[in-house]
């Protein structure tokens, strides 16, 4: 199972970017999907999450900005952001887990995730 992410760019503050995570030999379906975002010296931070249901959530940081979905047919999931400011800088990276870990996923903490991505660098300029 690979998860490879895509979209990753340098934007000025205020911009917007659409990340994309498409996964080869594998379904979302029945998988908790997230986004988390790591910056050196700081521990990885789940910022969007959406689960079996399509019941999606975000960090508080990222709430009215960000918008996760998922395309099942074409087994990708996006992560729409606008908005953004410097402190989003970060590596995105996406990940699928069982279902019952989707409860733990938003915040800084570690979370065990079956699959990730290799991820893909966001840079954000004032």
């Known amino acids: 199972v690979e998860l490879e992410e895509t979209g990753g760019d340098s934007v000025q503050s205020g911009g917007s970017l659409r990340l994309s995570c498409h996964a080869s030999e594998f379904t979302y379906m029945g998988y908790c999907m997230a986004w988390f975002r790591q910056t050196p010296g700081k521990e990885r931070e789940g910022v969007a999450l959406?689960?079996?249901?399509?019941?999606?959530d975000y960090a508080d940081s990222v709430k009215g900005r960000f918008t996760i979905s998922q395309d099942n047919a074409k087994n990708l999931l996006y992560l729409q952001m606008s908005s953004l400011k410097p402190e989003d800088t970060a590596m995105y990276y996406c990940?699928?887990?069982?279902?019952?870990?989707?409860?733990?996923?938003?915040?800084?903490?570690?979370?065990?995730?079956?699959?990730w991505g290799k991820g893909t660098l966001v840079t954000i300029s004032s």
């Open positions: 990940a699928a887990g069982n279902p019952s870990v989707c409860a733990a996923v938003i915040g800084p903490r570690s979370v065990a995730m079956d699959y």
């Open positions: 959406i689960d079996t249901d399509g019941i999606s």
